[in-house]
């Protein structure tokens, strides 16, 4: 076989058989790219945007976790000398109360701390609800397929059809009263939990089920199946890990969604009791005093604002980072 022949003034390596022009750049990276040393591609961050929501929930949930142990006061404690008093207010600032206090005289940054305790916690047990129930309908639908998937979607259907705030509504009030009875049924921070755990049940199912019918395909859960695994099996073990990212991506902006709810729901009076603070309380609470003290609603509405934006920015991150992940598979 003849040998290649050189340029050195083209730069470049010549087949003597073909004729066939190689650049002698290309071999060496061939070479490196065919070589046992591959490095896999690198997966992108988190970015700037998640790393600031990240540090903010951090911030709102550590402050609600440790807020029986913080230096604050009592949230429902009535300071006279301060009622009406902080920022942008008529009467000027409260000394000693950095965000003032409330028309009656109540510190803001303890209610905004222990608002944001009850908020958080209605806000989670709601979406975990919806999360539990929807993604089990969602796996079962889109694992199934058929009849099972007419069912399961009609069902969920049926909830998307009704507007969530009216269907919100109507729970709350179905569960915190009982025909017959005076001041019956369930409490009231239960019956809002349940209220809006079942309102994010379709979303979730939703999301849940378009997720189970693309990996129910796949060539591993074909396969499990071809080797006589159970359903139960496949589901628990092959698809859900795989559908898992988008749940708890959509279970983010759930939680972010359950928050503004809970604050509509307040300014309709379904809501918990209104000693009990809550952001959304503390809105519909403060609305009164709004032209003398304005931070009475602005405070709470801006905690809500920044807390809606931060779940809504890492749900994209987690999501976005997810479908990187697949695409490079």
Known sequence: MPEPERDPARGFVGDAVHGTPVDAGTIAIAAVETGPEVRRRKKPGLGFAAWLSIAWLGLVVGAAILAP??????????????????????????????????????????????????????????????????????????????????????????????????????????????????????????????????????????????????????????????????????????????????????ALLGVAVAIVAEGTLAILGASVETDTPTWGNMIAIGRTALQRAPHVVFEPALMIFFTVLALNMLGDAVRSRFDVREGGL
């Open 69 to 250: 142990w913080l230096p604050i006061d009592d949230p429902k404690a009535i300071t006279t000398d301060i009622a009406r008093r902080g920022p942008l207010a008529d009467l000027g600032m409260a000394p000693g109360h950095l965000l003032g206090g409330d028309f009656n005289g109540r510190d803001m940054l303890s209610r905004l701390i222990w608002g944001g305790r009850t908020t958080l916690v209605i806000a989670t047990l709601a979406v975990i609800i919806g999360f539990v129930l929807g993604g089990a309908l969602g796996l079962i639908g889109g694992y199934f397929r058929g009849k099972v998937d007419v069912v399961v979607s009609l069902l969920l259907d049926v909830f998307l059809a009704i507007p969530a705030v009216i269907l919100a509504l109507a729970l709350v009030t179905i569960l915190r009263t009982q025909p017959g009875t005076k001041g019956g049924g369930l409490d009231p921070e239960v019956a809002l939990i349940l209220a809006l755990g079942l309102v994010s049940v379709p979303v979730l199912g939703r999301i849940t089920r378009a997720s189970t019918l693309s990996w129910s395909q796949r060539e591993f859960v074909l396969a499990a199946r071809a080797q006589g695994a159970k359903h139960r099996r496949i589901l628990w073990r092959e698809v859900l890990p795989n559908v898992l990212p988008a749940m708890l991506s959509i």
